[in-house]
């Protein structure tokens, strides 16, 4: 016989050099790649997540995140906590939510990658010999912001 699942609701804060990064977009797959639900959102002074699923599966999701963070992201802390599991029915990023007197560390421009770098010096691909070709782990970062959350 089967055993059941053991679900739970996860309440996370990743703290650090965590905007910017492709982090958002990073912790979407991982939740799809574990068939987590809930919701992730860039806040003034942090990444928020709200997220469940099985106990298993909730627990790789957290060794991930931990271990296999984007190249520019910086994690400084994470806290959970466990609330009784919500209706989610899937994974979304939300919108940011700016919260006066709050404020999160801003990464810094990076030298261009080498993924970038070979489509800048490719005849055939479109953005040959485009100077500003970036991506999540390269390019400008500091120099171009106007806000943040």
């Known amino acids: 016989m089967a055993k059941a699942e053991t679900i739970e609701l996860a309440q996370i804060?990743?703290?650090?050099?965590?905007?910017?990064?492709g982090f958002r977009p990073f912790v979407y797959q991982l939740a799809t790649k574990y068939d987590l639900k809930g919701w992730v959102c860039n806040?003034?002074?942090?990444?928020?997540?709200?997220?469940?699923?099985?106990?298993?599966?909730?627990?790789?999701?957290l060794s991930e995140l931990q271990n296999n963070a984007p190249p520019l992201a910086r994690i400084e802390n994470i806290s959970v906590s466990?609330?009784?599991?919500?209706?989610?029915?899937?994974?979304?990023?939300?919108?940011?939510i700016?919260?006066?007197g709050k404020y999160q560390?801003?990464?810094?421009?990076?030298?261009?990658?080498?993924?970038?770098?070979?489509?800048?010096?490719?005849?055939e691909d479109r953005r040959y010999r485009y100077p500003f070709t970036n991506c999540t782990n390269c390019?400008?970062?500091?120099t171009i912001i106007e806000d943040i959350p």
Do not use: M, W
């Open 13 to 21: 804060s990743v703290r650090g050099i965590v905007q910017g990064v």
């Open 139 to 142: 390019g400008p970062r500091f």
């Open 98 to 100: 700016a919260e006066e």
């Open 82 to 96: 466990y609330s009784p599991p919500a209706n989610y029915t899937r994974f979304e990023i939300r919108h940011s």
């Open 105 to 123: 560390p801003l990464s810094p421009d990076i030298a261009t990658c080498q993924a970038c770098l070979g489509e800048v010096f490719d005849p």
């Open 43 to 61: 806040t003034s002074e942090d990444v928020k997540i709200e997220i469940q699923g099985d106990v298993k599966d909730l627990k790789r999701f």
